[in-house]
């Protein structure tokens, strides 16, 4: 690696006035951040409703991220998620510097956009409902108690191995899912002459498709800086390991994959949906009747 290669890697400022640009940025990521814990776990707190809905969940995560990529995409990129900026950084999108002062504003906005729900929500629902913290679905009997050859008393349960989700089987799911969504973000967010149809609004809809999954398992993290924001308001770091290294390992799958299998093994792109790709195959279909003939 050069001299010049590896400043670009760590990409420092070169100048002052390349600082103003940059805190903007982070500034956008700390606000894009806000939006999805704000609407998304907003959701999942809903005062007037009597039970969870998964998939009113899943469309609050999905059309906040949308939001929130399309709001702060055109200045910082809207990656909104560790997970992503570290699939950005081994792509060779982002800058070692950028990516470190990312992921500390979008831990600043996610813990924000907590902070708020907790002030401006009935504190009943905050308690019953774990302000939208992330965790692993557990279910509790005195059974499990007998199983476990415990003394069951009046209000004591255990939690049933046989119907719970174990930390691995919730790192599994996490890093599986997260590897999937984030290999579409790389992929529709390449340069290239054509344009997508609204990059923000798949990545807003992948993000729903993750959440109904994903929720009766871990109730859906696929971003640290929205596991940790809950977190660190209610003062509750359980299996917080899960939803960071789980995401994370897949956002570096995620961006491995991408720079090997797009960047350097594929040679032609094939896309039947373009007119031109369109246009070759009807000409290489007339050719080989011609040859038949």
């Given at each position: 690696?050069?001299?010049?290669?590896?400043?670009?890697?760590?990409?420092?400022?070169?100048?002052?006035?390349?600082?103003?640009?940059?805190?903007?940025?982070c500034?956008?990521?700390?606000?894009g951040?806000?939006?999805?814990?704000?609407?998304?776990?907003?959701?999942v707190l809903?005062?007037?409703?009597?039970?969870?809905?998964?998939v009113?969940?899943?469309?609050?995560?999905?059309?906040?991220?949308?939001?929130?990529?399309?709001?702060n995409?055109?200045?910082?990129?809207?990656?909104?998620?560790?997970?992503?900026?570290?699939?950005?950084?081994?792509?060779?999108?982002l800058?070692?510097?950028?990516?470190?002062?990312?992921?500390?504003?979008?831990?600043?906005?996610?813990?924000?956009?907590?902070?708020?729900l907790?002030?401006?929500t009935?504190?009943?629902?905050?308690?019953?409902?774990?302000?939208?913290?992330?965790?692993?679905?557990?279910?509790?009997?005195?059974?499990?108690?007998?199983?476990?050859?415990?003394t069951?008393?009046e209000n004591?349960?255990?939690?049933?191995?046989?119907?719970?989700?174990?930390?691995?089987?919730?790192?599994?799911?996490?890093?599986?899912?997260?590897?999937?969504?984030?290999?579409?973000?790389?992929?529709?967010?390449?340069?290239?002459?054509?344009?997508?149809?609204?990059?923000?609004?798949?990545?807003?809809?992948?993000?729903?498709?993750?959440?109904?999954?994903?929720?009766?398992?871990?109730?859906?993290?696929?971003?640290?800086?929205?596991s940790?924001?809950?977190?660190?308001?209610?003062g509750n770091?359980?299996?917080?390991?899960v939803f960071?290294?789980?995401?994370?390992?897949?956002?570096?799958?995620?961006?491995?994959?991408?720079?090997?299998?797009?960047?350097?093994?594929?040679?032609?792109?094939?896309?039947?949906t373009?007119?031109e790709?369109?246009?070759?195959?009807?000409?290489?279909?007339?050719?080989?009747?011609?040859?038949?003939?």
């Amino acid at each position: 690696m050069t001299k010049w290669d590896l400043q670009q890697f760590i990409g420092v400022p070169k100048g002052l006035a390349e600082l103003p640009r940059l805190f903007i940025e982070c500034v956008c990521e700390a606000f894009g951040t806000f939006i999805i814990v704000f609407f998304g776990c907003g959701s999942v707190l809903s005062p007037a409703l009597s039970e969870n809905d998964v998939v009113q969940i899943s469309l609050a995560f999905g059309l906040a991220v949308a939001v929130g990529v399309q709001i702060n995409g055109p200045i910082s990129g809207g990656y909104l998620n560790p997970a992503v900026t570290l699939a950005g950084l081994v792509a060779g999108r982002l800058s070692l510097i950028r990516s470190i002062l990312f992921v500390i504003f979008q831990i600043i906005g996610g813990i924000a956009g907590a902070l708020t729900l907790h002030m401006f929500t009935p504190h009943h629902y905050i308690k019953t409902r774990n302000l939208g913290m992330n965790a692993l679905f557990s279910k509790e009997s005195t059974e499990a108690c007998l199983a476990l050859n415990q003394t069951v008393s009046e209000n004591v349960t255990c939690i049933d191995t046989d119907f719970s989700v174990t930390p691995f089987q919730g790192f599994v799911m996490e890093h599986l899912v997260t590897m999937v969504f984030i290999l579409l973000v790389l992929h529709i967010t390449e340069p290239d002459p054509e344009s997508h149809w609204s990059p923000a609004l798949m990545i807003g809809l992948t993000v729903s498709l993750c959440h109904l999954l994903l929720v009766p398992y871990t109730g859906c993290s696929v971003n640290p800086a929205r596991s940790l924001g809950p977190a660190v308001v209610q003062g509750n770091f359980k299996d917080q390991w899960v939803f960071w290294i789980g995401p994370l390992s897949g956002g570096l799958v995620a961006g491995i994959n991408h720079v090997i299998v797009l960047k350097i093994l594929s040679k032609t792109e094939y896309d039947v949906t373009k007119p031109e790709s369109i246009k070759k195959n009807q000409i290489a279909l007339e050719e080989a009747d011609s040859l038949q003939m």
